[in-house]
């Protein structure tokens, strides 16, 4: 990427705003006390929330706490979460524009190909490792995701030329995040109590067929955007 | 006074230390980086309040949120790093397709 200027005139040396560095570092300054002084006149820990997590647990499915609470207990959060990354996916790529097709390719490194060839396979062993490990320890579809998504943008930076995955492939996994949360939120609607209540019975299946359709989600949209911020 | 307590004070100082860079930083990069600055510091905030609990289990809502909140920073980055790239290219007419942009 080149570097370019950066627009932007406001800074601190713009004379008619400069009495504003010193207000807004007075005002950080305040907000800096009056927070730390309210973190510590926060009442001991007591409340229900987390016995109440923890007593639910064995209902959700899973094992793991974070996983339950993140996949079960607040499905909502996880949800706009996955929709928030399609839509900044798809975003990114339209404010791209056209040239995103053809970004600036680096010199190919035989080298970091050969060691890419080594890399890659352990990347995926990992990432399934982590994607099933979610059930009942730290992990899940983001750490999945992120460590897939490396691998791709790795690929990159290795080969100099784009992920060998066809365009149609890189859609579908965009898409099958959102899409298999939403059928499967709305599925329980239809079928049990409501909107996105798994049956206890099947809600570890679930969770797991989620997480695999948001591991690949989150893997292809990381790519897009790397694609978009490379591009422009 | 406990660690939680130092990580929790600290989680606010980057906090509040982001807010100061985003509004008085006038460069977009910069403000896109005192905006990490200041989202890490809340999820340091958040992790740190899930360990004030005396459980050996930490809180696990508050970790839910910040790993809900790490992907939507990442996300948001990625989207403001594109529009501060449009916003930085030269005036004229849009690049063509056969043109490799730049």
């Known amino acids: ?25 007075a005002g950080s300054l305040l907000l800096f006390g009056i927070m730390a002084a309210a973190f510590r006149a926060l009442p001991p820990p007591g409340g229900t929330l987390p016995r109440s997590v923890l007593e639910a647990v064995p209902l959700s499915g899973v094992v793991n706490p974070v996983t339950a609470v993140v996949l079960n207990f607040r499905g909502y959060d996880t949800i706009i979460e996955i929709a928030v990354l399609l839509l900044t996916a798809v975003g990114a790529r339209a404010a791209a524009g056209s040239n995103a097709a053809a970004p600036p390719t680096p010199k190919p490194e035989p080298m970091l190909a050969a060691f890419y060839r080594l890399l890659a396979p352990v990347i995926v062993v990992v990432a399934g490792y982590l994607l099933w490990v979610g059930k009942h320890a730290p992990g899940g579809a983001f750490q999945a995701g992120a460590m897939l998504g490396a691998a791709s943008i790795l690929w990159r930076f290795c080969s100099g030329s784009p992920p060998p995955a066809d365009r149609r492939r890189q859609e579908l996994a965009l898409y099958l995040g959102t899409v298999l949360f939403c059928t499967i939120g709305v599925g329980a609607q239809l079928a049990a109590p409501g909107f996105l209540q798994y049956p206890p019975d099947w809600a570890g299946w679930l969770i797991l067929l989620i997480e695999t359709g948001c591991t690949l989600s989150i893997a292809a949209a990381l790519t897009v955007l790397f694609t978009a911020c490379w591009s422009t | 006074m406990q ?8 989680g606010i100082a980057l906090f509040t230390l982001g807010l100061y860079g985003a509004t008085r930083l ?31 289990l930490p809180d696990p809502v508050p970790h839910a949120m910040v790993l809900t909140g790490i992907v939507v920073a990442v996300s948001a980055t990625a989207l403001a790093l594109v529009l501060i790239n449009i916003l930085g290219r030269p005036p004229g007419p849009p690049p063509t397709p056969n043109d490799h942009g730049h």
Request: aromatic content about 6%; proline content about 14%.
């Open chain 2, 26 to 56: 006038g460069q977009p990069m910069r403000q896109v980086l005192s905006f990490n600055v200041a989202s890490t510091g809340a999820s340091m905030f958040l992790i740190a309040i899930a360990h004030r609990a005396a459980s050996p």
């Open chain 2, 3 to 10: 660690p939680s307590d130092l990580y929790g004070t600290a």
């Open chain 1, 1 to 25: 990427m080149t570097p370019m200027p950066l627009p932007g005139t406001a800074g601190p040396t713009d004379p008619g705003v400069r009495f504003l560095t010193p207000l807004a570092a």
